[in-house]
């Protein structure tokens, strides 16, 4: 990537995947980023470390049709384009966010049941596919799904966020790991969670 000429752009990029790294959002090689402009897509190059970008790990490429780019691009580059496309969103993030992962192995749905949650996010599918990572199938599921949510989940595999900027996807990819985590521990005391989800926000 040309830095000068998009260095607001790769700022972007480094400061999100900083901050999925540290927080735990992501491991030290998983996830990936996208953002369009105009009729190029920037995405995270296949194998980066998000939490240590540097600009030849932001790969540019066009948005309908590959060039160059596409070589080094993310192997999920094929579900930003759908997501991005079919929601009108420009920016995707993607992370594999413990809690919530290991939710989805068990859980159909994920819903909040603490009151920040629940203003945000009133509830997060869990979709399944039989090869959950850069297939066809799971970009026409999640991009489907993401026409009326903000964030799903991919059974066993992490976590697909959209906005209109990097960091607006980041805010409900970590609002989902912090439902998830409150979940977790509500369960570790043994309670039922069920009590505590609000019948308003199911049947919304």
Partial sequence: MDIEKYRDVYEQFKKIGRITYEKKLNNSHSGNMSLRVGNRIFITRRGSMLGFLEPEDIIMTGFEEDDSGIALASTEIGVHRAILKKTG????????????????????????????????????????????????????????????????????????????????????????????????????????????????????
């Fill in 89 to 204: 969103a420009l920016a995707v993030v993607h992370g594999h966010l413990i809690k919530a992962t290991a939710l989805s192995l068990v859980q159909n749905e994920i819903i909040p049941i603490d009151v920040e949650g629940s203003y945000y996010i009133y509830k997060i599918p869990v979709l399944s596919f039989e090869y959950a990572s850069g297939s066809t199938e799971l970009a026409e599921g999640v991009s489907d799904a993401l026409r009326d949510y903000k964030v799903v989940m991919v059974k066993g595999h992490g976590a697909f966020a959209i906005g209109n900027t990097l960091e607006e996807a980041l805010q409900w990819l970590y609002q989902t790991e912090s439902i998830a985590e409150i979940i977790y521990y509500v369960k570790a005391m043994g309670y039922d969670v069920k009590q505590f989800e609000k019948d308003y926000y199911k049947k919304w």
